[in-house]
């Protein structure tokens, strides 16, 4: 009986083995991806989001200033960590109400400088 036992593992483990087995089965397999596509489709995939993030910003701009030029300005030039609510929240808090850390506070001078930028490009320097 273990004879048997033993028997049918090795034909079953031979048939498993075997060359045509083997194709058979891999040809329902989808290749495996590779490293450069694994980056690849990484790359895409952050540069989707990054564009709906700038995208989102561009849309909130528009429902609160409607200025075209102004809000693709500002949507483009923020940096990312900034969403238009943290935008506002930044640009109409009193400088004596900000006490910030020393990146909040140059996250802070790089928004209020995009935002000087933006209305000079858009509505013309006075």
């Known amino acids: ?6 028997l049918a593992i090795f034909v079953g483990l031979a048939a498993v083995a075997s060359p045509s087995t083997r194709a058979q089965g891999q040809r329902n397999v989808p290749p495996r991806t590779t ?13 989707a989001s990054i564009e709906a993030q700038v995208a989102d910003r561009r849309v909130s701009c528009m429902k609160a200033f409607g200025n075209l030029s ?16 943290r ?15 020393d990146s909040d506070q140059r996250l ?3 928004v209020l400088a995009t ?3 933006c209305v000079a490009a858009a509505f013309g320097a006075r």
């Not at 009986?1 to 033993?6: E, K, N, V």
């Not at 490293?35 to 540069?47: E, L, N």
């Not at 102004?70 to 949507?75: E, K, Q, T, V, Y």
């Not at 935008?87 to 850390?101: G, K, L």
């Open 70 to 85: 102004f809000c693709n300005c500002l949507s483009a030039a923020l940096p990312l960590e900034v969403n238009f609510q």
């Open 115 to 117: 935002r000087d930028r």
């Open 108 to 110: 802070t001078d790089v």
């Open 87 to 101: 935008y506002v929240t930044i640009t109409t808090a009193d400088s004596d109400t900000i006490r910030a850390s």
């Open 35 to 47: 490293g450069d596509q694994a980056v690849d489709v990484a790359r895409k995939t952050f540069d």
């Open 1 to 6: 009986m273990r004879r048997r036992s033993l």
